[in-house]
């Protein structure tokens, strides 16, 4: 869903077809049917995942934002916002469900790891020709609120040196996704036996790896390094058998490699943006501690509710090809739905990576590789949400809260076959 280039649709009227969206109108109206028939065991499971801290966290943040959102009115920017930054949550929580009731609860993370690999090869080859493979598909559009998003999306990216984006609008949300990504590739190259295999996934590791630096990111290369050493750590400590060891002895080896491989390049990399693009990253922090000055300002004046969905960008945004821009989806947050809403983002994001960290501590066996990569997908992305701030990926982060729930609630039994449900 996430990945099909937004800028690719078909607009009819008010309504903005786009295939994923057509494939999740399926997905939930097969899986409400399937509620529908078992309604106790939707009751049962949405009790299990609000019994967990990080469930009660979520349930609370969204209640918040629901309410600060519609305490000014219901106009068509509450409704969209309503629907995509709520109810899109929710629905992704009972997609959740659907899958664990099987046995397929992986699935989705195995297709998380495919997709991130496959993006990153798209990315490698994007960098090395110098131009986005999907704009040519872009179409124009009369609509004013579609001009000016394909103008973002096509306007240049460079900074000292061509910034990959593949099929996002940004290349910080490329690089955002595939911080994603990563840790569900190394679960994959770490568990799997077959040798052939196994060179595929540490490929589509790699090509994932290179696609986080060609975005031109410094906030995802620095999240990279920190991967790296929690999995070269985290390698030594992954079970006992044979096959299990043989793993944890590449592990390291090709972290280590790709650590070398990133050092080797670093020093080009800060010597291009010393030379070529010192004022626009000064620039660049000064627009960030203005949108922060007046962000302050604005929750001063109405510190509870907020100001209502879209107004961040009026009140605290830099201007740019579409209007404005607010480099920071907390000042978001706090500008549209007040001081409670942000302290309960905070406390939300902070939950989660505490818990998963605690669990990833203490638990061994094939449960720890999934806790691992899960808590440190979640800590790289909330690390970029500090300098992105674009809703329609809250709903994929939302979705590994879901797992992450499941995975930290109830006493640690490692011999547990249904640990992960």
Request: proline share 4%; with cysteine.
């Amino acid at each position: 869903m996430l990945v099909w280039p937004p800028y690719i649709g078909v607009r009819l009227g008010i309504i903005y077809l786009q295939p994923f969206k057509l494939l999740l109108i399926v997905f939930l109206f097969l899986s409400t049917l399937n509620y529908i028939t078992r309604p106790n065991d939707l009751i049962a499971r949405i009790r299990a995942v609000f019994s967990t801290k990080v469930g009660k966290s979520a349930l609370l943040y969204l209640l918040f934002s629901f309410i600060a959102t519609v305490v000014y009115g219901i106009d068509s920017v509450a409704i969209k916002f309503i629907a995509n930054s709520v109810l899109l949550l929710l629905f992704c929580l009972l997609g959740g469900f659907f899958f664990a009731q099987t046995q397929s609860a992986k699935w989705p993370l195995t297709g998380l790891a495919v997709v991130g690999g496959v993006l990153g090869v798209i990315g490698v080859v994007e960098y090395f020709t110098g131009s986005n493979l999907f704009m040519q598909f872009a179409g124009s559009s009369k609509n004013e609120s579609d001009a000016a998003f394909l103008a973002v999306a096509v306007s240049d990216k460079v900074r000292g040196a061509y910034r990959s984006q593949a099929t996002f609008l940004h290349p910080l949300v490329f690089a955002q996704f595939l911080l994603i990504s990563v840790p569900y590739i190394y679960v994959q190259c770490t568990k799997t036996i077959e040798m052939r295999l196994r060179i595929i996934w540490y490929f589509l590791l790699i090509a994932a790896i290179s696609g986080i630096v060609f975005t031109g990111s410094r906030a995802a290369f620095g999240v990279l390094l920190l991967f790296i050493l929690l999995f070269m750590v985290g390698a030594t400590r992954s079970g006992s058998s044979s096959s299990s060891y043989a793993i944890r002895l590449l592990g390291p080896i090709i972290a280590g490699v790709v650590l070398i491989l990133l050092v080797a390049i670093l020093p080009g990399i800060v010597k291009a943006k010393l030379e070529g693009s010192s004022d626009l990253e000064t620039s660049s922090t000064v627009a960030r501690l203005i949108m922060l000055e007046r962000t302050v300002d604005a929750m001063h004046e109405r510190p509870l509710w907020g100001w209502g969905p879209g107004t961040a960008i009026i009140k605290a945004g830099i201007g740019n090809e579409a209007g404005g821009t607010i480099d920071c989806f907390h000042m978001t947050t706090g500008i549209e739905r007040g001081l409670p809403a942000l302290l309960l983002l905070i406390l939300l994001q902070l939950t989660v990576v505490w818990c998963g960290f605690k669990r990833w501590l203490i638990t061994f066996g094939p449960d720890r590789l999934l806790v691992g990569a899960n808590t440190a997908s979640l800590l790289g992305f909330f690390l970029v949400t500090v300098i992105l701030s674009i809703d329609y990926l809250m709903p994929l982060a939302f979705f590994l809260i879901g797992i992450q729930a499941s995975l930290v609630q109830g006493p640690v039994k490692t011999n547990n076959k249904h640990s992960l449900t």
